[in-house]
């Protein structure tokens, strides 16, 4: 059948800052290990723009994603991106956001403690409610991707949900 896009929305690779190599390697790392076993996947990255680190991001890419159907977006707008996508996954609050006013089933991965505990303590009642789903661990993130990858109801309840808490909420 059709496949499931998932758009990952991609740290920057900031030296020093909030994500250095190692980071950004993990949190593609936890989605290409979580993503291997799910057969009908499509991974759409979308690079932040940020310091260029072109030849670091590409080459990690390539060898995360190798076998597994992806594309890199750099240049496209969130707008072009975001009807595409049935799933996204993101570290980042804005995008978070968007992504559910977009109507699109959100996981928050934090993967490194500082995004862990952005997630767990910024987003606790949304996840509380359903509007989002959080996962800081491997072994969570594949569980939570597995599911939303195989279930179209439980991607439309989510949705449902993040669009009724953003109603109330904001």
């Known amino acids: 059948g059709d496949k499931v896009v998932v758009l990952c929305v991609a740290p920057a ?19 290409a290990d979580a993503a291997k076993n799910i057969h009908n996947i499509h991974i759409i990255i979308k690079r932040r723009p940020g310091p260029n680190r072109d030849e670091f991001y590409l080459s990690m890419v390539a060898s995360l994603f190798g076998e597994i159907s992806h594309e890199v977006a750099q240049f496209e707008p969130f707008t072009e991106l975001y009807p595409r ?6 570290c980042y609050s804005t995008a978070a956001i968007e992504a559910m006013q977009c109507g699109k089933p959100l996981v928050y991965l934090g993967v490194s403690p500082e995004q862990a505990m952005m997630g ?8 509380a409610q359903g509007a989002m789903l959080i996962a800081t661990t491997q072994g969570e993130f594949t569980k939570t991707l597995t599911l939303l990858a195989e279930d179209q109801q439980i991607r439309k309840e989510v949705s449902r949900r993040a669009v009724a808490f953003l109603d109330r909420e904001y």
């Open 13 to 31: 690779v900031d030296p020093g800052g909030d994500f250095d190599t190692y980071q950004t390697e993990e949190f593609f790392k936890t989605i």
């Open 85 to 90: 996508a049935d799933i996204v996954v993101s």
């Open 120 to 127: 767990t303590h910024h987003f606790a009642s949304y996840a």
